[in-house]
């Protein structure tokens, strides 16, 4: 008797634990997002970004405690945006047959990774919010950026301008839209927004860019 209460016991245990689970993923919604141009074509690398807001906005914002890479090839650095999450350790390998010098005087990651070769990776931590522009003191051409969100709901669009974030706990957050080439100030775009789990968000943006820049070699 004493075996069949303990066997009993572990069934209620592991049905609690897949109900809680289940409960859990029922409470995550879905953002998505169409990026255009104000021509009305799509716009690849804008970075959208959740950050919880409101009472229980700790609960929503938990580390992925994950690493990222940010290479140098052709001369140039790929990708050409990156977005991470604070605390993320990016490595800049170079897959290039040449030295390349790599430095940001940006606010949010002040770094400078002295001259070094294909043999070689170096390793930075993000570990403040913000738009860290990269060059290279060799080539001035080369231009990247690390965009550092405060949260881990974020997305750069791809190709058809399309942002799909999927598993967002349900609440109040504050959407961020940025791009390289965004003309104005970026916080402007910024809105409250809410992610429910009863209806996917779906939204529209259009950016004002300014106008490529021609590489000079």
């Known amino acids: 008797m004493k075996k069949l209460a303990n066997m009993s016991l572990h069934l209620i245990l592991f049905l609690f634990f897949i109900s809680s689970g289940s409960l859990s993923n029922a409470l995550a919604g879905q953002f998505s997002a169409k990026i255009s141009n104000v021509e009305g074509k ?3 690398d ?3 970004s959740l950050t919880p807001i409101g009472p229980d906005a700790s609960k929503r914002k938990i580390s992925l405690n994950k690493t990222a890479t940010m290479d140098q ?15 993320t350790s990016v490595h800049f390998p170079n897959s290039d047959n040449i030295h390349h010098h790599v430095y940001s005087f940006s606010k949010a990651k002040l770094f400078e990774l002295k001259l070094y070769s294909s043999t070689e990776t170096k390793t930075v931590t993000f570990d403040k919010p913000g738009v ?4 290279c003191n060799i080539h001035d051409w080369m231009i990247g950026y690390v965009y ?3 949260t881990p709901h ?12 999927s598993d967002v706990p349900s609440g109040n957050y504050r959407m961020d839209v940025w791009h390289p080439r965004l003309k104005g100030d970026p916080k402007s775009l910024a809105k409250e927004i809410v992610i429910s789990d009863s209806a996917a968000y779906k939204t529209d943006i259009t950016l004002l860019l300014k106008k490529k820049k021609k590489k000079n070699i």
């Open 42 to 44: 799509p716009v690849r």
């Open 148 to 150: 550092v969100a405060d």
């Open 132 to 135: 860290v522009v990269l060059g």
């Open 73 to 87: 090839i052709y001369n140039e650095f790929d990708p050409h945006v990156l977005p991470v999450q604070v605390g």
């Open 46 to 48: 804008a970075v959208v």
């Open 154 to 165: 974020f997305l750069k669009s791809n190709a058809q301008g399309e942002i799909l974030i």
